[in-house]
């Protein structure tokens, strides 16, 4: 029987992940991708090799991925491949810098658990444009603080593959339901004209088919889904076949919630996807309910790693996440909030309401 060892005892027993590094055929020195070129860049001698991307990822039978999609959550250890030191780490991680000599290590697909990685969209954008976007983004918050705008300054920005899944599914739907349309009636009361709203309801039924393609579930609990949603999307159509180069100076995980998790999280958005597309066919204004039976055929996914930066403004002490889209550039985070501004918002509606209403009791009539 297997005894479960200490993180202590791990460091010195002779268990550990194999890892690869990327060295510069030219100098020996280590190499890492580099976004503005496409190319993996010796960060020594500054030589430069290409890198594969012919081979695009293709969909895959979900059966496949509800089969054998697990969640792992066990620590083991890796060492080194450049100073033989020897680290703990999380078994959903699959890049990562070496803490003694920084040199960044990749976890040999061979040695993942789980599914492989079947394809990786890679970084376009560059830590120094990236630190330019966030800059830019945070002084032209309205509401911010002028203080923060004057001393906003990007920090702690790293880069890292986050890991999706994508669904693809042929759907046919049948549905009923109600909605209502709304119009108004207006009669004397006492000599004045009241008018009054109204509903008119009416039956709805009938069927839909559609097609989806790379609906995108987020597959790890590091970042919010709502947050890669707001930078999406990521162009996961086109995205090269795995291959470690690409992550060479950047950090990444795995998938912590399985393929049957992330499936239902697919339907679900499909289902409200499909009940938009059918309430777009109707002119209402209420919708009292509607009952939707799908079918998902011909279901497909893919496994990929898309890239975010992830960094934080402070101010007064606080920090202030923000999150960027490493492909396009696409931003979102929080800010601080000048409550002073806020007030003066609030103060201007209140003044411009107070005017119409005003307005309306003097000529209404």
């Known amino acids: 029987m297997t005894q479960n060892k200490t993180a202590e005892e791990k460091l ?14 030219n100098c020996g020195g280590q190499a890492v991708f580099d976004p503005k070129t496409q190319k993996m860049h010796c960060q020594y001698c500054g030589g430069m090799f290409d890198v594969d991307n012919s081979t695009k990822v293709t969909e895959q039978d979900l059966a496949d991925l509800l089969n054998h999609a697990r969640v792992w959550k066990e620590a083991e250890v890796y060492q080194c491949k450049s100073c033989g030191a020897k680290e703990i780490i999380n078994k959903q991680e699959v890049a990562l810098t ?9 976890i040999k697909t061979e040695d993942l658990p789980g599914l492989k990685p079947q394809g990786v969209v890679p970084f376009k954008v560059d830590k120094e444009k990236a630190s330019l976007i966030a800059k830019t983004w945070a002084r032209k918050k309205l509401y911010a603080p002028k203080n923060f705008k004057k001393s906003a300054n990007p920090e702690n920005i790293h880069g890292v593959y986050n890991p999706v899944f994508t669904f693809d599914s042929e759907t046919q739907s049948n549905y009923n339901g109600r909605l209502g349309k709304t119009y108004t009636t207006t009669h004397m009361v006492n000599g004045r004209p009241v008018t009054q709203s109204h509903i008119r309801y009416f039956n709805i039924n009938g069927n839909i088919n559609a097609n989806f393609d790379d609906v995108l579930v987020q597959a790890s609990s590091n970042i919010a889904s709502n947050v890669l949603n707001s930078i999406s999307p990521f162009p996961t ?18 998938y912590n919630k399985d393929g049957a998790v992330c499936w239902k999280e697919g339907q679900g958005i499909i289902k409200n996807r499909i009940e938009n597309q059918i309430l777009a066919r109707y002119d209402y204004d209420v919708k009292d309910y509607v009952n939707i039976n799908t079918a998902f055929l011909k279901n497909k996914y893919k496994y990929i790693l898309v890239p975010v930066y992830i960094g934080h403004h402070k101010y007064k ?45 003097l000529f209404g009539d």
């Open 237 to 254: 159509n086109n995205a090269p076949t795995y291959k470690s180069e690409f992550l060479r100076g950047y950090s990444a995980s795995t």
């Open 98 to 106: 070496c803490p003694f000599c920084g040199t960044s290590n990749i």
């Open 317 to 361: 002490g606080k920090l202030f996440n923000f999150y960027i889209n490493g492909d396009t550039g696409k931003i979102t985070g929080k800010t601080p909030v000048s409550g002073l501004k806020v007030f003066f918002t609030v103060l201007l509606a209140l003044i411009v309401i107070g005017g119409i209403t005003a307005l309306y009791l």
């Open 12 to 25: 010195y027993s002779d268990e550990k992940l194999d890892t690869s590094a990327y060295y510069c055929p």
